[in-house]
């Protein structure tokens, strides 16, 4: 029995220690019977607020429970000892002199701290481990064609000297297995770093969120960070390839004049430190070109008036779609890479690049939402066909956010409404289609191109409504932007619209490219004698490429 209590489990005042307590002071934290409640107020150094004890007890109802003292709630958190405590505890003098504050508060900045760190765990740090195991593969995956290059040409000078250098062949033959091997045996020990590494990635992650989803006190106050650790990415193994030298033959210096194969370099560099979210938020500044210009110019294959968007995949090559069932990567060079054909073959109405490289596609007739990885086609959304007394919808145009979820505009079914659909794989996380007063944000017009900008933005190019409809992450309008108020001669008739790591909002009207400021402000016009202007996006360098409906042609072009 505790030995403050009598045989009737009575609590006594934590002043007197005789008295039953009838009052708390949420102040002091301190326990009070009638005589203790006038003195405890005489003390006019501090403030208090008295209240009844049966009061104080329901509104304790959310603290934790003291783990030394059953009748008590946690109230507090000791700063210095990092634990949950009572007001027990603290008048105990175990505590004296530390700081103390809310538990609540405490525990919910903790709980918004392990939030952080799994979101950057999960979103940042272990797809960047992922991406450096996956390099690792594709170096080893090529070994054998870098290797084999090597070796034909060893044989090639070999076949010139004929049995005079039979014996040299040989012994560079060996050299370079030996040195494929020793390569191999590099990356094989990079790779079993970095999968280790993966694999603690992934039990932290599941720790993690076991901690949340128990809501247990003790494991969320006793949680510390390990993701500065993890910042610091592992090793990376840098080998230089050696080359082949072949010389002129001559019989009295052979084995010199065969060629040299220096040894294999290999060279350990030390991994990147990540930056830490914050950090990355601030990209460096680039100021606007006075005068752009284009850099490339790539002939796409598509009839006049008929290329409709482009997409970037890298800084030489992009995707493109047209008014057919035919997607097609090409380069530069307007080589073309790779074609993919529709799976229903209908004509896709938009595409767009994952940031794991893979191709998207939404097919409006089909009302499907199509991933391509490796050429295989897979459905992730498919939207319902007319129920009734219940809207269909259609879906338009696609763009991947930073979080790897999709968004998707849609039409409706009676062409009367539209809105903006966040996906995070296949299941719907959020819906945007009415302001605060609960008016349409976008028209119901067929053309909704949409970006989101570095600052979370999502940014719609209403064609119909000649406007720029930007929301914020929570999908609450912060402007629209209809054109430049000088221009009174053309319309404002938005189409392609991309955002930049400026957070620049870059849109394509007529036969020219408006660049505004993530506020809406107006700032430059691109034009470099674009001709119908359309699809738009831009690479991880802030090159602009363009597709232009009425030549067919994508442009890339430097604006920064």
């Not at 150094?45 to 008590?72: G, L, M, Q, R, W």
């Not at 049995?163 to 040299?168: D, G, L, N, P, V």
């Not at 040894?263 to 938020?281: Q, R």
């Not at 219940?390 to 145009?397: E, Y």
Request: proline share 4%; hydrophobic share 30%; net charge neutral.
């Amino acid at each position: 029995m505790h030995p403050r209590r009598s045989a009737q489990d009575v609590l006594l005042c934590d002043f007197c220690e005789t008295a039953p307590l009838q009052s708390h002071c949420k102040l002091c934290h301190i326990n009070l019977c009638v005589i203790c409640v006038g003195k405890h107020l005489s003390d006019s150094s501090k403030d208090h607020n008295v209240v009844p004890f049966i009061k104080h007890i329901k509104s304790t109802s959310n603290y934790p429970k003291c783990p030394k003292h059953a009748e008590k709630h946690c109230e507090m958190f000791c700063e210095k000892c990092a634990i949950p405590v009572c007001s027990t505890c603290v008048t105990s003098g175990e505590h004296e002199g530390h700081k103390f504050s809310d538990v609540l508060k405490k525990i919910s900045s903790k709980t918004e701290s392990l939030q952080k760190d799994l979101e950057e765990l999960e979103t940042r740090i272990h797809p960047r481990y992922e991406e450096m195991a996956s390099d690792v593969q594709t170096e080893k995956a090529e070994l054998e064609t870098k290797y084999g290059k090597l070796t034909t040409a060893a044989d090639q000078q070999g076949e010139l000297l004929h049995r005079e250098i039979t014996a040299i062949v040989n012994k560079r033959k060996s050299d370079i297995a030996e040195m494929k091997n020793k390569h191999l045996a590099a990356l094989n020990k990079n790779t079993d770093e970095i999968t280790n590494r993966i694999t603690e990635l992934r039990q932290i992650i599941q720790d993690l969120k076991k901690i949340l989803d128990s809501n247990d006190v003790s494991l969320t106050s006793s949680y510390k960070s390990r993701n500065s650790e993890f910042r610091t990415l592992p090793s990376k193994v840098r080998v230089t390839l050696p080359s082949f030298s072949p010389q002129k033959i001559n019989k009295d210096q052979l084995n010199e004049m065969f060629g040299s194969l220096p040894p294999l370099s290999i060279n350990t560099e030390h991994g990147d430190t990540m930056k830490s979210a914050e950090a990355v938020s601030s990209p460096p500044v680039k100021p606007l070109l006075d005068e752009p210009r284009i850099t490339a110019t790539i002939d796409t294959g598509y009839g006049r008036y008929e290329l409709r968007s482009v997409s970037c995949l890298s800084e030489d090559q992009v995707w493109t779609r047209g008014d057919n069932k035919t997607m097609m990567l090409l380069n530069l060079q307007s080589e073309l890479l790779t074609s993919i054909k529709t799976k229903s073959g209908n004509t896709p109405r938009d595409i767009a690049v994952t940031r794991d490289g893979d191709l998207v596609y939404t097919d409006y007739h089909d009302k499907t939402v199509n991933l391509i990885k490796n050429k295989q086609i897979q459905t992730v959304i498919t939207l319902q066909g007319w129920i009734p007394f219940r809207q269909g919808w259609r879906p338009l145009n696609v763009c991947c956010t930073a979080a790897n979820n999709l968004l998707v505009t849609m039409e409706s079914d009676d062409e009367t409404q539209s809105k903006v659909v966040r996906y995070s794989g296949s299941k719907e996380k959020q819906s945007i289609q009415f302001d605060d007063q609960g008016r349409p944000l976008y028209s119901s017009g067929y053309y909704k191109y949409l970006s989101e900008n570095r600052n979370l933005d999502i940014c719609v190019a209403d064609c119909d409504a000649r406007a720029v409809v930007v929301v914020n992450q929570s999908g609450k309008l912060r402007f629209r932007y209809t054109g430049h108020p000088s221009n009174t001669k053309q319309p404002f008739d938005p189409v392609g619209i991309t955002t930049d790591s400026q957070s620049h909002i870059l849109t394509a009207d007529n036969d020219r490219i408006h660049i505004l400021d993530q506020d809406g402000q107006f700032l430059r016009y691109i034009l470099c004698g674009l001709e119908d202007p359309s699809g738009l996006c831009v690479d991880i360098r802030d090159n602009l490429f363009v597709a232009e409906y009425r030549t067919a042609k994508v442009k890339k072009i430097q604006y920064l």
